[in-house]
């Protein structure tokens, strides 16, 4: 079954709407270690697509979603287990470090000679302020990391042609399943049509 693509329309999972109106929803499968993933779960339920867990081949799915129906928009999201509120990430850096418990690694850049940072072009403070109206605990962020959510972030904004965000979620026993759910639709929501906050 092929993945669903979200309207802008509040509370809308399906692909009914024009095609100008979808974002693609991208989460990750579980990480070692962490029993549950919060993006994961929601991009499961909510018909998003997961990327896998190896570098080199991050974009992969997201290019095949993006030949296929072609979105106007692209929301990344990812797993912070050290984080109480959901965070709305302003760039991506050229840093990429693979996580271990048994030495510290050295970083080193996702493209030689790239740029150190890249920008999204969507309102992160808009945003925000739209989750919180709501009620929803959210803040901007210029620290995406240095592992494969901000890699995924990093690669899209340099080579794919549409507007994109990246979305960090705390575990479940912070903000719960519901809320996050709404956080995402909101999200959804505000990367096509910005305004008032949704009901």
């Known amino acids: 079954m092929a993945p669903l693509i979200f309207s802008k329309r509040l509370g809308n999972s399906s692909a009914v709407a024009t095609l100008e109106e979808m974002i693609l929803l991208t989460g990750f499968p579980s990480f070692p270690g962490y029993e549950h993933n919060p993006s994961e779960a929601l991009a499961l339920e909510l018909g998003g697509i997961l990327l896998p867990l190896e570098k080199e081949l991050l974009l992969n799915p997201i290019r095949a979603e993006l030949d296929q129906l072609r979105p106007s928009g692209l929301l990344l999201t990812g797993f912070a287990p050290s ?31 790239g740029p150190k940072q890249l920008a999204t072009g969507l309102d992160v403070e808009a945003i925000v302020t739209a989750l919180t109206g709501l009620g929803i605990p959210a803040r901007g962020s210029g620290a995406p990391g240095s592992y494969l959510c ?12 549409l507007p994109t965000l990246l979305v960090h979620l705390p575990a479940f026993s912070q ?8 956080a995402i639709y909101e999200v959804i929501q505000r990367m096509k049509r910005p305004g008032p906050a949704s009901e």
């Not at 901000?150 to 042609?161: G, I, K, P, R, V």
């Open 83 to 113: 984080r109480a509120q959901i965070c709305v990430e302003s760039r991506a850096l050229n840093i990429w470090k693979e996580p271990s418990r048994n030495y510290q690694p050295e970083a080193e850049a996702i493209r030689e000679r």
């Open 150 to 161: 901000n890699h995924a972030y990093y690669q899209a904004l340099s080579e794919l042609s």
């Open 175 to 182: 903000i719960p399943l519901e809320i996050q759910r709404q």
